[in-house]
């Protein structure tokens, strides 16, 4: 069963996965190829912490503060 935090990291995702990455890359990280799970993972650590996330992504304030806590929970 999915569940509702699951939804909401599916539904993110895509808008957050070039800004974390690159992100990640100009802090000299080297993301693997396994790249997308890992942000999954670290998402799902992330989006209970933002009942408004879906649209807190399209505030750029916002959608940097999210970018920030992701890189500092993804494990690479």
């Known amino acids: ?5 699951e939804t909401m990291m599916e539904m993110v995702l895509p ?8 992100k990640l890359e100009d802090l000299g990280e080297h993301p ?4 997308t799970e ?3 993972v670290a ?3 992330i989006v209970p912490q ?6 807190d992504i399209w ?3 916002k959608k940097e503060e999210l970018v ?8 690479l």
């Not at 069963?1 to 935090?5: A, D, L």
């Not at 808008?15 to 690159?22: G, Y």
């Not at 933002?50 to 649209?55: D, L, M, R, S, V």
């Open 1 to 5: 069963m999915v569940t509702e935090h």
């Open 15 to 22: 808008l957050l996965v070039t800004d974390v990455m690159q």
């Open 32 to 35: 693997e190829e396994d790249f």
């Open 38 to 40: 890992r942000l999954r």
């Open 43 to 45: 998402l799902l650590k």
């Open 50 to 55: 933002y009942p408004k996330i879906q649209q």
């Open 59 to 61: 505030n750029p304030q």
């Open 68 to 75: 920030e806590k992701v890189c500092n929970v993804i494990e």
